[in-house]
T-cell receptor
Framework: GAVVSQHPSWVICKSGTSVKIECRSL??????MFWYRQFPKQSLMLMAT?????????EQGVEKDKFLINHASLTLSTLTVTSAHPEDSSFYIC??????????????FGDGTRLSIL | TQLLEQSPQFLSIQEGENLTVYCNSS?????LQWYRQEPGEGPVLLVT?????EVKKLKRLTFQFGDARKDSSLHITAAQPGDTGLYLC????????????FGKGTLLTVNP
């Protein structure tokens, strides 16, 4: 089946550092990738939709200058948390949707990145 | 306003018990998905229901889509510790990006 890989799976860094998270579709091309944020014992909240070759679409309340998204190829999207602070600590999950004519292609999820800001 | 209301939010039961999780909305959907997520991992798709009244079975899990396609339920028979996890219902919302919106989830703990 379709595989989505996230890297790193876990990162700890100091406050003020910028952290980049990668999301790769390993065996398929993904025109669209999605970035979610999840707090402990809560559901996934969509942060932004990343389209290959164009600007990401951010959900209401998500700071685009804080969470930089780049989708430079059909197999890679990156999320950079700039000047991270402890309140940015969370579990970040990406998903990738197969390229295709119809937008209801299934999404495949990565295993997430746990970000801890000290 | 939450698009999908899931209940209960938390559920702790003993091994062997049965349970039902509900996912409700005031909106009508063309399809609805159920996911299970284990700690430290991404959600895994369990099933997609598309027809009103549809019932799908996955071993000890039974999924039902309401006749009006506004609600769904997940029933687990003889729960096992391996069933422990966060159960999420989700639907696709409209627009060109066709986003997946999740309910708040039901955190299930099955004690041995």
């Amino acid at each position: 089946g379709a595989v989505v890989s996230q890297h790193p799976s876990w990162v700890i860094c100091k406050s003020g550092t910028s952290v980049k998270i990668e999301c790769r579709s390993l065996d398929f091309q993904a025109t669209t990738m999605f970035w979610y944020r999840q707090f402990p014992k809560q559901s996934l909240m969509l942060m932004a939709t990343s389209n290959e070759g164009s600007k990401a679409t951010y959900e209401q309340g998500v700071e685009k200058d804080k969470f930089l998204i780049n989708h430079a190829s059909l197999t890679l999207s990156t999320l950079t948390v700039t000047s991270a602070h402890p309140e940015d600590s969370s579990f970040y999950i990406c998903s990738a949707r197969l390229s295709g004519r119809y937008s209801n292609q299934p999404q495949h999820f990565g295993d997430g990145t746990r970000l801890s800001i000290l | 306003t939450q698009l999908l209301e899931q209940s209960p939010q938390f559920l702790s039961i003993q091994e062997g018990e049965n349970l039902t999780v509900y996912c409700n909305s005031s909106s009508v959907f063309s399809s609805l998905q159920w996911y299970r997520q284990e700690p430290g991992e991404g959600p895994v798709l369990l099933v997609t229901v598309v027809t009103g009244g549809e019932v799908k079975k996955l071993k000890r899990l039974t999924f039902q889509f309401g006749d009006a396609r506004k609600d769904s339920s997940l029933h687990i028979t003889a729960a096992q510790p391996g069933d422990t996890g966060l159960y999420l219902c989700a639907v696709y919302s409209g627009g060109s990006n066709y986003k997946l919106t999740f309910g708040k989830g039901t955190l299930l703990t099955v004690n041995p």
